[in-house]
C-alpha cells in the first residue's frame, strides 16, 4: 500500500552519480522489505536483461506511484543488470525480442504457448529467471491485474488458473531458475569493459538496401561508457557514417545510440571472445535495421564474405570482411582466385572465378589459418523465398502521432546441392509486387489501399491511419497481401511468395515485446 510518507513516493530531487544500492533504500524499500545483505523482498529474487529490469521499473511508475528521475532509473537499471542479470548463454535463441526483431516466429511447446505467447513472445518469459514462488506470484500478477484473460481466446475453453499454476510454474521454475551455474559462473569470468576499447571490423545486412562493411573506432569515456565512430559504406558505395556513445551492462550487453547521417540508431549487441553481434535499427523504427556482425582488432577472424555467392562458370568479385587477414585466400575446390584486387587486415577484395563443372554447393572459405563463412556454388537457382516469410506492417501518420511500420523483405535464392538438397545461395535482386492473398482481400481492394509496394527494393509502405470513405463501410486501410519476389534466372523469371499482414497502430510498444 502506498503512502504519501512512503520513499518510493517522495517528490524525485536531483541527485548526483548516486549508486544504484542507495537509490533502491531510498526510492523502493517502502514497498519492498529489506531482507539483510542488500537484498529486498521480490528485487532480489530475479534475474533480467536491462530492457526487462527497465520495464519492472517502468511498470512501478506506471502502476504503483514509484517518483523516480530518468538519472536514477538508469542508474539503477545498470545496477541491478550487473548484480542480477542473465549469463551470455542465457540469452542465446531468445535475443530476437531485446533486438527488435518482430518478425521472428519462434516455437514454443504446449501448453505455455497457448498460456503465455498468446499476449507476448515467449522471450519476454525466457529472458528472466525467479524461483518457483517468485514464478507464482507473476501468474497471481497476471490474475490480479489483467482479470478478463480467463475469457481469451485459448483461456476460457480451459481452466486457465489451474493449469498456469499445475502444469506452467513447475516448467517456469525447472526451467528458469533464479539459480544457475551458467550465471554463477559467468560472475566469476565477467570481463574488464576496457577490453572493447579499439577499432572493430563490421560487417552487415540492411533488407531493402543491402551489404555494408566498415569500421567502428571505440573509445573509453570512463567505466562502462564509450564513444562510438563508425565509417563504412554499402556495397553500392553510399556511406554509413555517424557518432555516438555506448554502455555495457553485465560484462557483455552492448547499448548504444549512434547518429547516422541524421538517423539516430540502437545498437542492441552481445559481446563475446573478441566479437560483437547483434542488431542496429532506427530508433523511431525499429523495423528499419540491420544485422551487425565484428570482430576486434586483437581477435583474428574471418566474419563475412559479401556477396556469398559465385554461378559456375562465371567471375564475380567478392570481398572478405574481418580482423586480422593475412595470407592467401582460399574458396574451395573449383573455384580459382584470378587477383587479388584490395588486400588489409579488415577487408579483402579478390575476383573469382568458378569452374564451368564446378559442383554446386557450399564451399569453406579460409584465409590463412582462418576459417569463416561458406561461398555458395550454383548452376542455377531452385527457388526462390522471401524472408521474412511472414510478416506484420502496421498503418500509422494520418494526422496521428504513431509512425507507419514498414514490411522489408529479402528474396532469397536457394539451389540444390549434388546431393539433390536444398542449400542456401543468397540474397538476389528481386522486383516486387503485391497481391491479394485471398478473395476476401481481393473483394475488399486490399492492394489499392494497404499501402504501396517499392518495386526494386522489397519495401512495404503501409497506408493512412483513420477511417477511409473510400473504403467498404469506412474502414481502416489494413490488408491481407501477398508479396510477390522476381528474381531473374538466365532470363526467366523465378517467383517467391510471402504473407504480409497490413494491420492498425502498435499502442504498446515495450522494451521487450
Same mark, same amino acid.
Given at each position: 500500500?502506498?503512502?504519501?510518507?512512503?520513499?518510493?513516493?517522495?517528490?524525485?530531487?536531483?541527485?548526483?552519480?548516486?549508486?544504484?544500492?542507495?537509490?533502491?533504500?531510498?526510492?523502493?524499500?517502502?514497498?519492498?522489505?529489506?531482507?539483510?545483505?542488500?537484498?529486498?523482498?521480490?528485487?532480489?529474487?530475479?534475474?533480467?536483461?536491462?530492457?526487462?529490469?527497465?520495464?519492472? $521499473?517502468?511498470?512501478?511508475?506506471?502502476?504503483?506511484?514509484?517518483?523516480?528521475?530518468?538519472?536514477?532509473?538508469?542508474? %539503477?537499471?545498470?545496477?541491478?543488470?550487473?548484480?542480477?542479470?542473465?549469463?551470455?548463454?542465457?540469452?542465446?535463441?531468445?535475443?530476437?525480442?531485446?533486438?527488435?526483431?518482430?518478425?521472428?516466429?519462434?516455437?514454443?511447446?504446449?501448453?505455455?504457448?497457448?498460456?503465455?505467447?498468446?499476449?507476448? !513472445?515467449?522471450?519476454?518469459?525466457?529472458?528472466?529467471?525467479?524461483?518457483?514462488?517468485?514464478?507464482? @506470484?507473476?501468474?497471481?500478477?497476471?490474475?490480479?491485474?489483467?482479470?478478463?484473460?480467463?475469457?481469451?481466446?485459448?483461456?476460457?475453453?480451459?481452466?486457465?488458473?489451474?493449469?498456469?499454476?499445475?502444469?506452467?510454474?513447475?516448467?517456469?521454475?525447472?526451467?528458469?531458475?533464479?539459480?544457475?551455474?551458467?550465471?554463477?559462473?559467468?560472475?566469476?569470468?565477467?570481463?574488464?569493459?576496457?577490453?572493447?576499447?579499439?577499432?572493430?571490423? *563490421?560487417?552487415? @545486412?540492411?533488407?531493402?538496401?543491402?551489404?555494408?562493411?566498415?569500421?567502428?573506432?571505440?573509445?573509453?569515456?570512463?567505466?562502462?561508457?564509450?564513444?562510438?565512430?563508425?565509417?563504412?559504406?554499402?556495397?553500392?558505395?553510399?556511406?554509413?557514417?555517424?557518432?555516438?556513445?555506448?554502455?555495457?551492462?553485465?560484462?557483455?550487453?552492448?547499448?548504444?545510440?549512434?547518429?547516422?547521417?541524421?538517423?539516430?540508431?540502437?545498437?542492441?549487441?552481445?559481446?563475446?571472445?573478441?566479437?560483437?553481434?547483434?542488431?542496429?535499427?532506427?530508433?523511431?523504427?525499429?523495423?528499419?535495421?540491420?544485422?551487425?556482425?565484428?570482430?576486434?582488432?586483437?581477435? =583474428?577472424?574471418?566474419?563475412?564474405?559479401?556477396?556469398?555467392?559465385?554461378?559456375?562458370?562465371?567471375? !564475380?568479385?567478392?570481398?572478405?570482411?574481418?580482423?586480422?587477414?593475412?595470407?592467401? =585466400?582460399? *574458396?574451395?575446390?573449383?573455384? +580459382? %582466385?584470378?587477383?587479388?584486387?584490395?588486400?588489409?587486415?579488415?577487408?579483402?577484395?579478390?575476383?573469382?572465378?568458378?569452374?564451368?563443372?564446378?559442383? =554446386?554447393?557450399?564451399?569453406?572459405?579460409?584465409?590463412?589459418?582462418?576459417?569463416?563463412?561458406?561461398?555458395?556454388?550454383?548452376?542455377?537457382?531452385?527457388?526462390?523465398?522471401?524472408?521474412?516469410?511472414?510478416? %506484420?506492417?502496421?498503418?500509422?501518420?494520418?494526422?496521428?502521432? !504513431?509512425?507507419?511500420?514498414?514490411?522489408?523483405?529479402?528474396?532469397?535464392?536457394?539451389?540444390?546441392?549434388?546431393?539433390?538438397?536444398?542449400?542456401? $545461395?543468397?540474397?538476389?535482386?528481386?522486383?516486387?509486387?503485391?497481391?491479394? *492473398?485471398?478473395? @476476401?482481400?481481393?473483394?475488399?481492394?486490399?492492394?489499392?489501399?494497404?499501402? !504501396?509496394?517499392?518495386?526494386?527494393?522489397?519495401?512495404?509502405?503501409?497506408?493512412?491511419?483513420?477511417?477511409?470513405?473510400?473504403?467498404?463501410?469506412?474502414?481502416?486501410?489494413?490488408?491481407?497481401?501477398?508479396?510477390?519476389?522476381?528474381?531473374?534466372?538466365?532470363?526467366?523469371?523465378?517467383?517467391? +511468395?510471402? @504473407?504480409?499482414?497490413?494491420?492498425?497502430?502498435?499502442?504498446?510498444?515495450? =522494451?521487450?515485446?
Amino acid at each position: 500500500m502506498w503512502s504519501a510518507t512512503s520513499p518510493a513516493a517522495q517528490p524525485t530531487e536531483p541527485t548526483n552519480q548516486r549508486d544504484g544500492l542507495t537509490i533502491i533504500k531510498e526510492r523502493c524499500a517502502g514497498c519492498h522489505i529489506p531482507e539483510g545483505n542488500d537484498s529486498f523482498s521480490r528485487i532480489s529474487h530475479q534475474r533480467k536483461t536491462p530492457e526487462g529490469w527497465l520495464m519492472t $521499473i517502468g511498470r512501478m511508475q506506471n502502476m504503483r506511484g514509484l517518483s523516480i528521475s530518468d538519472e536514477d532509473r538508469r542508474t %539503477v537499471v545498470k545496477y541491478l543488470s550487473n548484480k542480477q542479470g542473465l549469463a551470455p548463454s542465457e540469452t542465446e535463441g531468445m535475443r530476437y525480442a531485446i533486438e527488435r526483431r518482430l518478425n521472428t516466429i519462434k516455437p514454443f511447446s504446449q501448453p505455455f504457448s497457448d498460456m503465455c505467447t498468446r499476449c507476448h !513472445t515467449g522471450a519476454r518469459v525466457a529472458l528472466q529467471r525467479r524461483p518457483a514462488q517468485e514464478w507464482e @506470484h507473476l501468474i497471481n500478477f497476471h490474475m490480479a491485474q489483467f482479470p478478463s484473460l480467463e475469457y481469451h481466446t485459448l483461456a476460457r475453453d480451459r481452466d486457465w488458473l489451474p493449469i498456469a499454476m499445475k502444469q506452467i510454474l513447475p516448467q517456469l521454475a525447472s526451467q528458469y531458475p533464479l539459480d544457475s551455474k551458467a550465471w554463477s559462473d559467468w560472475q566469476m569470468a565477467r570481463p574488464q569493459s576496457q577490453s572493447l576499447v579499439g577499432q572493430w571490423s *563490421f560487417s552487415g @545486412h540492411m533488407p531493402g538496401k543491402g551489404e555494408l562493411a566498415g569500421i567502428m573506432d571505440v573509445a573509453s569515456a570512463g567505466g562502462d561508457t564509450f564513444k562510438v565512430s563508425i565509417k563504412g559504406q554499402y556495397a553500392d558505395g553510399s556511406p554509413f557514417n555517424g557518432d555516438g556513445s555506448a554502455e555495457l551492462y553485465n560484462g557483455y550487453e552492448w547499448r548504444g545510440n549512434v547518429t547516422i547521417d541524421g538517423v539516430t540508431m540502437r545498437q542492441v549487441f552481445a559481446a563475446s571472445k573478441g566479437g560483437l553481434e547483434g542488431r542496429m535499427f532506427d530508433k523511431s523504427h525499429d523495423e528499419r535495421g540491420l544485422d551487425f556482425l565484428a570482430a576486434h582488432q586483437g581477435t =583474428p577472424r574471418l566474419l563475412n564474405i559479401q556477396p556469398g555467392y559465385v554461378k559456375a562458370g562465371g567471375e !564475380t568479385e567478392v570481398t572478405l570482411i574481418g580482423s586480422g587477414l593475412e595470407g592467401a =585466400p582460399d *574458396f574451395g575446390k573449383g573455384v +580459382e %582466385v584470378l587477383e587479388v584486387v584490395e588486400q588489409s587486415p579488415e577487408r579483402i577484395k579478390v575476383r573469382l572465378k568458378a569452374a564451368a563443372n564446378a559442383q =554446386p554447393g557450399l564451399r569453406a572459405v579460409s584465409v590463412g589459418t582462418l576459417k569463416g563463412p561458406s561461398l555458395s556454388v550454383y548452376s542455377k537457382i531452385a527457388s526462390v523465398k522471401v524472408v521474412p516469410e511472414y510478416s %506484420v506492417a502496421r498503418i500509422g501518420e494520418g494526422g496521428g502521432s !504513431t509512425p507507419k511500420v514498414q514490411g522489408r523483405f529479402d528474396a532469397e535464392a536457394w539451389g540444390k546441392g549434388a546431393d539433390g538438397k536444398p542449400y542456401r $545461395i543468397g540474397v538476389f535482386p528481386a522486383q516486387w509486387k503485391v497481391e491479394a *492473398f485471398d478473395d @476476401h482481400a481481393k473483394e475488399d481492394e486490399d492492394v489499392k489501399f494497404a499501402g !504501396t509496394m517499392q518495386a526494386d527494393t522489397g519495401v512495404f509502405t503501409p497506408g493512412d491511419a483513420g477511417p477511409n470513405p473510400a473504403r467498404k463501410m469506412s474502414t481502416n486501410n489494413a490488408g491481407n497481401l501477398k508479396v510477390i519476389a522476381a528474381v531473374d534466372e538466365a532470363g526467366k523469371s523465378l517467383t517467391g +511468395e510471402g @504473407h504480409l499482414i497490413v494491420t492498425v497502430q502498435r499502442w504498446n510498444n515495450p =522494451p521487450i515485446p
